[in-house]
């Protein structure tokens, strides 16, 4: 199934990842892990099976792995002492239920610590502890899995939206994409948005209303009535939205939460000043290796697919993800693995979604 590369193709994809130095401690990021999920227009890009994700925990043991936490690797980074080059960690994005119902019971199995980071306006408006469903967990669950010594909850902002930043149109929605593009409706509607999916239609936006070109809620400078916001209006409005964030998150877990994970993977020193004025220290969007002479608050993250070579046995699924280690360890001759991988896949999944 692997095709040759061309030389030029494989060392523009190598100057891109910084020619990796061995050391780094690799963050792998998950998001959704279910059986299907049918009900996230982006399943494609960020749902994995269970089976893949219990072949993928099973994969770091036999490699001798030692999965650690976020917050461990933070203290050692800090203290500037060396790292164990056998360290993994492991972060889910976006609050998803079935965290709790599939991914946390291997994770358990196995023994291995995550973070779940989680946007306060998708907590679960439910109560209680549940046994199947699909959406986000409520707070009751949360609190839960925040108890358990190998879980942590962390912050993922509030809304994960989405804002146009210019008049260029991208797109118009219709009923065949308008949930691909929720992110863009989720910045205008203030309030829960826990169940977004169960809607009719993409209120406030009307079927036929453009997509302008936009970036994440906590970067880009607000385009709106024909004029875009000014950068103090822009840094004020993603403080006081950090704030709320981070106040909401709190006031479920009852206790302090530090560290926030950026929607999108996308942040600027603007808003990273603006989070750090809302209370937070630690951060995802490195694009480093988590190395000891690299921003100890940063974490940079390697983000993890399911059909990592497009479909086939769950073998394959096996040295995908062994080849996205130790791409992200510094072990360059698993590059060649991990772009064939990710064109292969590329071709199968060619429309993947905005989220991410």
Not at 221 to 247: C, F, I, M, P, S
Not at 291 to 300: G, I, K, N, R
Not at 305 to 311: C, E, L, V
Request: charged share 25%; aromatic share 8%; hydrophobic share 40%.
């Amino acid at each position: 199934m692997l095709t040759v590369l061309p030389a030029s193709a494989l060392l523009v994809w190598l100057g891109s990842r910084g020619m990796r130095r061995p050391g780094g401690v690799p963050v792998v990021v998950y998001h959704s892990v279910a059986p299907e999920a049918d009900w996230l227009p982006w399943r494609d890009s960020i749902t994995v099976r269970p089976d893949v994700f219990r072949r993928h925990m099973q994969a770091l043991r036999d490699m001798g792995r030692i999965v650690v936490s976020s917050s461990c690797l933070r203290e050692r980074r800090d203290s500037g002492a060396p790292f164990d080059p056998r360290w993994v960690v492991l972060h889910f994005d976006d609050g998803y239920l079935d965290n709790m119902l599939h991914a946390a019971p291997i994770l358990r199995d196995f023994g291995h610590a995550a973070t779940i980071f989680v946007s306060a306006d998708f907590i679960d408006s439910s109560s209680g502890l549940r046994s199947h469903g699909i959406g986000y967990m409520n707070a009751d669950e949360l609190r839960a899995m925040d108890a358990d010594p190998l879980i942590e909850i962390a912050s993922h902002g509030l809304d994960h939206g989405r804002i146009p930043v210019s008049d260029r149109i991208v797109d118009h929605l219709d009923a065949g994409n308008w949930r691909r593009y929720a992110p863009h409706i989720w910045s205008l509607s203030p309030g829960p948005k826990a169940r977004w999916f169960e809607a009719a239609d993409p209120a406030p936006l009307r079927l036929g209303a453009p997509i302008h070109q936009s970036d994440s809620k906590l970067c880009g400078r607000w385009w709106r009535d024909g004029a875009r916001e000014n950068e103090a209006e822009r840094d004020r409005r993603v403080q006081a939205e950090l704030r709320e964030a981070r106040a909401r998150l709190e006031a479920v877990l009852g206790r302090e939460v530090r560290f926030l994970c950026w929607p999108f993977d996308s942040w600027t020193p603007a808003a990273r000043s603006a989070a750090e004025a809302a209370g937070f220290r630690s951060f995802t969007g490195g694009r480093g290796e988590n190395l000891p002479d690299e921003d100890p608050a940063v974490l940079s993250r390697v983000h993890v697919h399911d059909h990592a070579f497009g479909g086939g046995p769950l073998w394959l699924e096996d040295l995908g993800f062994r080849a996205k280690l130790g791409s992200m360890s510094g072990n360059l001759y698993w590059a060649p693995v991990v772009m064939a991988a990710s064109l292969i896949r590329r071709r199968r999944f060619a429309k993947p979604g905005v989220h991410a």
